[in-house]
């Protein structure tokens, strides 16, 4: 496995990641910290404020068809009231059209406060050149100023 991006490899880290607000929040922010995640390993805390929305960290990785990416992180919640969707990764063609999305089997639950470790293995479809995987996609309705830490990713081609 090549792992393209995790806090370990080179060339990749926390810094490949960009955090984007969702919906009608605003304000996103991504703060490194080498002692935030689980066990006092590295981790990006993602937050964002406002209404009816959410914050998420999104890796875009070029990839070829017909290969598998393992995706996985482990994240840890301030609140479960807002939503989780941990994984989400969408295929692009060569013009940027989407090809198919996969989205983590515990997508739109109740998040956690606790340090939980999710993974997939999902086929790169044919056609595809670019994945963009969205790791952590929490999500509120009301009034947000939740945060969750995003420890350990990784984007692997198999």
Do not use: R
């Amino acid at each position: 496995m090549i792992n393209l991006a995790s806090e370990n490899s080179q060339g990749g880290g926390f810094a490949a990641y960009s955090v984007a607000a969702t919906g009608a929040a605003t304000s996103p922010t991504g703060t490194y910290s080498a002692t935030s995640g689980p066990d006092s390993t590295p981790g990006l805390t993602l937050a964002a404020s406002g209404t009816s929305g959410g914050v998420q960290a999104n890796y875009t990785a070029h990839v070829e068809g017909e290969v598998a990416l393992l995706l996985s992180c482990v994240i840890k919640a301030s609140s479960t009231t807002p939503t989780l969707q941990p994984i989400l990764c969408t295929f692009e063609d060569a013009n940027g059209n989407t090809v198919t999305s996969y989205a983590a089997p515990a997508a739109a639950a109740a998040a956690s406060t606790n340090a939980i470790q999710y993974q997939a293995v999902v086929a790169v479809p044919v056609g595809a050149v670019k994945a963009v995987v969205n790791f952590v996609n929490l999500a509120w309705s009301a009034t947000g100023g939740y945060t969750a830490v995003l420890s350990s990713p990784i984007v692997g081609v198999l």
